[in-house]
């Protein structure tokens, strides 16, 4: 099935609490974006996101960060779309060294990944995917 990926630093106005660090939700909207993609590429139509059925927020992200999210179809029903998601970090900042340090991380560290259904109304679906 067709992967999507966004990649996305996280800025000052995304850190919601003290120490720059992102809420959670920030993940869930990447996740909510790489879903709609899936959707207009799989059926022409942006669809709508109806519901996780697992969330895990595995490690912390701050503002500087840049965060890759990825998603794939894992099920394709007559409307529903199940799919999965993760979220990684793959550069961080080192205001250690400098205000405007940072390291591209060997490994890129999983900071959250989930899972959830999408559906497409059948009248809405423009392309055939069997």
């Known amino acids: 099935m ?15 609490y003290g120490g ?9 909207q990447l996740f909510g974006d790489v879903a709609t993609e899936l959707l207009i590429a799989n ?20 503002a500087g960060d840049y965060i ?7 099920h394709r029903g ?10 990684k970090k793959v550069i961080k900042p080192r205001p250690d060294i400098s205000p405007s340090a940072a390291d591209v991380l060997e490994e890129p560290l999983l900071v959250c990944r989930a899972s959830g259904t999408c559906v ?7 392309k055939n995917n069997s």
């Open 78 to 87: 007559n409307s529903s779309r199940k799919m999965s998601f993760e979220a």
């Open 43 to 62: 059926d022409g139509d942006e669809g709508l996101f109806v519901a996780y059925d697992n969330v895990e927020f595995l490690a912390p992200v701050y």
């Open 2 to 16: 067709k992967k999507s990926l966004i990649r996305v630093r996280m800025s000052a106005h995304d850190a919601h």
């Open 120 to 126: 497409v109304p059948k009248n809405c679906q423009r």
């Open 20 to 28: 720059n660090l992102v809420d959670g939700a920030k993940m869930l």
């Open 68 to 74: 890759e999210a990825t998603g794939e179809i894992t």
